[in-house]
């Protein structure tokens, strides 16, 4: 069972655009983490969020938490070519297991010049 | 460099072979994680490892085994290797049992032909 849904799966788009990644759950979790993997790599964490309606930013990366821990949501502002990659969401919780995380099904972004 | 290394980076083998995967955590990292990335399943996580002891148990197929050493590397054995088994195997290691980040090997990438 897929507890964390990600849209879009794909985008495609041009370097200065803005765009939001969804990670969407029926579940509640105690923390959900963003992670980018490039080509050949393994995923790099790039923000937690812990706290229900917590925003944290990253440069122009803006995160959210659903004020339910339900879902959460990633904003990047003026997408770069190095910012292509692929965005993963991860949520652990008492009913994943904690120490567990449960990963989205992945948004593949990719910003062209 | 998230400081977890893997080995070997690429592996191919054949059906019915056994391989043994390896990593070794980040300094002073108790855990250690396994996950299987596919394309069609995403990231999976199969095992965690803390200290030694087996902690807790995702997707991992009974043809799959793991263990974790005195010196905190762990190895994942996969035996009896079917064409699905192909795959990205990441490990990934965590200081403690708290909400902490996983630190993500490179990646191990394992084809079966």
């Known amino acids: 069972t897929q507890l964390l849904e990600q849209s879009p799966q794909f985008l495609s788009i041009q370097e200065g655009e803005n765009l939001t990644v969804y990670c969407n759950s029926s579940?509640?979790?105690?923390?959900l983490q963003w992670y980018r993997q490039e080509p050949g790599e393994g995923p790099v964490l790039l923000v937690t969020v812990v706290t229900g309606g917590e925003v944290k930013k990253l440069k122009r990366l803006t995160f959210q938490f659903g004020d339910a821990r339900k879902d959460s949501s990633l904003h990047i502002t003026a997408a770069q070519p190095g910012d292509t990659g692929l965005y993963l969401c991860?949520?652990?919780?008492?009913?994943?297991?904690?120490?567990?995380?449960?990963f989205g099904t992945g948004t593949r972004l990719l910003v062209s010049p | 460099d998230s400081g977890v290394t893997q080995t070997p980076k690429h592996l191919i083998t054949a059906t019915g072979q056994r391989v043994t995967l390896r990593c070794s955590p980040r300094?002073?990292?108790?855990?250690v994680y396994w996950y299987q990335q596919s394309l069609d399943q995403g990231l999976q996580f199969l095992i965690q490892?803390?200290?030694?002891?087996?902690?807790a148990k995702g997707n991992i197929l009974e043809r799959f085994s793991a263990q974790q050493f005195p010196d905190l590397h762990s190895e994942l054995n996969l035996s009896s290797l079917e064409l699905g088994d192909s795959a990205l195997y990441f490990c990934?290691?965590?200081?403690?049992?708290?909400?902490?980040?996983?630190?993500f090997g490179p990646g191990t990438r394992l084809t079966v032909l």
């Open positions: 300094s002073g990292d108790l855990s």
């Open positions: 991860a949520g652990e919780s008492a009913y994943t297991g904690f120490q567990k995380l449960v």
């Open positions: 990934a290691s965590r200081g403690g049992l708290a909400v902490d980040t996983q630190y």
């Open positions: 490892y803390y200290n030694g002891e087996e902690r």
């Open positions: 579940s509640v979790f105690s923390s």
